[in-house]
């Protein structure tokens, strides 16, 4: 059972280069999410979806766009790297409603932008 | 601006004593708390979560309170061990219907157990 995986592990990029994070679960879970976490801070929400086709801004969207086509797949995209986008990120997913629930996390990718 | 905020960022607990997290909320709308566990170069590992009908949530050596009244909730590690070490997060959702929105974390608490 792989849960959430994230890839790229690692990425440099330079400023203005576009790049796409991927994410897929496979968890059958309706809800995913991607946060991104700065140095001494806690995970900020970006994006997220409560099913296929179905996308909604978080906290901090701007730079950023998703698309969710699938139920098992949630990548982020970049279009223009800034060095404020300089981050680790995580993808996470969990089901839809019940009583009691824990978020399942990916491994996170290292973004640095120069 | 805050909403979930945990102001130690570090903590350091002798083995086997007792290790408590604090965390503080202004949120009223909050109505589950979960408490994550990060080591580095891995993501966040959920530990426990309370709903805000309940002040008190069990799982082996870990404890969370929830005072509502107070906006403030607290995870208890009894007793505590080397493999505790990490950083701790607070997080919380708000609204009904499992609060679809995502979590609010706060900055975390780097727990270091010493022998």
């Known amino acids: 059972n792989a849960g959430v995986t994230q890839t790229p592990k690692f990425r440099i990029l330079k400023i203005g280069q576009s790049m796409t994070l991927q994410c897929t679960q496979d968890m059958n879970h309706n809800y995913m999410y991607w946060y991104r976490q700065d140095p001494g801070m806690g995970l900020k929400l970006i994006y997220y979806?409560?099913?296929?086709?179905?996308?909604d801004k978080g906290e901090v969207p701007n730079g950023y766009n998703v698309s969710r086509s699938t139920t098992e797949d949630f990548p982020l995209r970049l279009e223009l790297a800034a060095p404020s986008q300089t981050s680790v990120y995580f993808c996470?997913?969990?089901?839809?409603?019940?009583?009691?629930?824990?978020?399942?996390f990916g491994s996170g990718t290292r973004l640095t932008v120069v | 601006d805050q909403q979930v905020k945990q102001n130690s960022p570090s903590l350091s607990v002798q083995e086997g004593r007792i290790s408590i997290l604090n965390c503080d909320y202004t949120?009223?709308?909050?109505?589950?708390f979960l408490w994550y566990k990060k080591y580095p170069a891995e993501g966040p590992t959920f530990l426990i979560s309370i709903s805000s009908i309940k002040d008190k949530n069990e799982d082996g050596r870990f404890t969370v309170f929830l005072n509502k009244s107070a906006k403030h909730l607290s995870l208890h590690i009894v007793p505590s061990q080397p493999g505790d070490s990490a950083v701790y997060f607070c997080?919380?959702?708000?609204?009904?219907?499992?609060?679809?929105?995502?979590?609010?974390f706060g900055k975390g608490t780097h727990l270091i157990i010493q022998p």
């Open positions: 997080a919380a959702s708000g609204g009904s219907g499992g609060g679809a929105d995502g979590l609010t």
């Open positions: 979806s409560v099913g296929a086709g179905i996308t």
């Open positions: 949120n009223s709308m909050f109505d589950y």
């Open positions: 996470a997913s969990r089901t839809a409603g019940g009583s009691n629930y824990g978020y399942t």
